[in-house]
């Protein structure tokens, strides 16, 4: 089946937005941009490095150039996006997501429990700077710091989104194939 227009994948960190992509992408055969993988290719390097050497300002200044070049790009060719957890805590970005779904473009933000984000997380330790930038956190204390960090930024995802789904319940192939049946509706 061809896509009539991109998808995009917001969420917090772990909510399942690169692997969920990939599945998506095989039903419609669109091609996967994956806007943390842009990045780490145009830096030569790791997320968790670009963080080290060059600072979360840095990082975002570049998640915020890729955004733009990848919406722009998909517009042409539409593509299925996953992005960073953080894409949204900026305006400028929410702007760019927001303009995007009235241009027919679906922002697709994946929910999960703090409960489930920490547990997803720790089975990646030192993977996510926000989280273990300072030393690797247990789980009570990654539990803790997700609350806080998805308290700021629950209102942006919805703000963004023009589907939202819950992902605590399921595995990656389900939440791709409600997303497909819900993107018939959308699209
Ligand atoms: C971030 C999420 C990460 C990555 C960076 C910052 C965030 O991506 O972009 O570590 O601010 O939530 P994932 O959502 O893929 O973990």
Redesign the pocket.
């Known amino acids: 089946m061809s896509l009539p227009h991109s998808v995009v994948l917001i969420g917090?960190?772990?909510s399942g937005?690169?692997h969920v992509a990939r599945l998506i992408s095989k039903h419609f055969d669109a091609p996967v941009i994956d806007l943390?993988a842009r990045i780490e290719a145009a830096c030569g390097a790791s997320?968790a490095s670009v963080?080290v050497a060059h600072g979360e300002k840095y990082?975002r200044e570049q998640?915020a150039e890729t955004l733009k070049q990848v919406l722009q790009e998909s517009a042409e060719k539409p593509s299925i996006i996953a992005t960073?957890?953080?894409v949204v805590?900026s305006d400028a970005n929410r702007n760019l997501l927001q303009q995007a779904t009235k241009d027919g473009v679906a922002v697709i933000y994946l929910r999960a429990t703090p409960e489930t984000l920490a547990q997803r997380i720790r089975q990646e330790p030192g993977k996510?700077?926000?989280i273990d930038g300072d030393r690797i956190l247990d789980m009570e204390e990654t539990q803790e710091r997700v609350k806080v960090l998805l308290e700021g930024r629950r209102a942006f995802y919805e703000s963004c989104a023009n589907i939202i789904v819950d992902t605590n319940e399921s595995d990656a192939s389900n939440v791709a194939a409600d997303i497909v049946e819900r993107l018939n509706f959308s699209l």
Do not use: Q
């Open positions: 917090f960190m772990a937005k690169s943390d997320i963080f990082f998640e960073g957890g953080g805590t996510r700077p926000l």
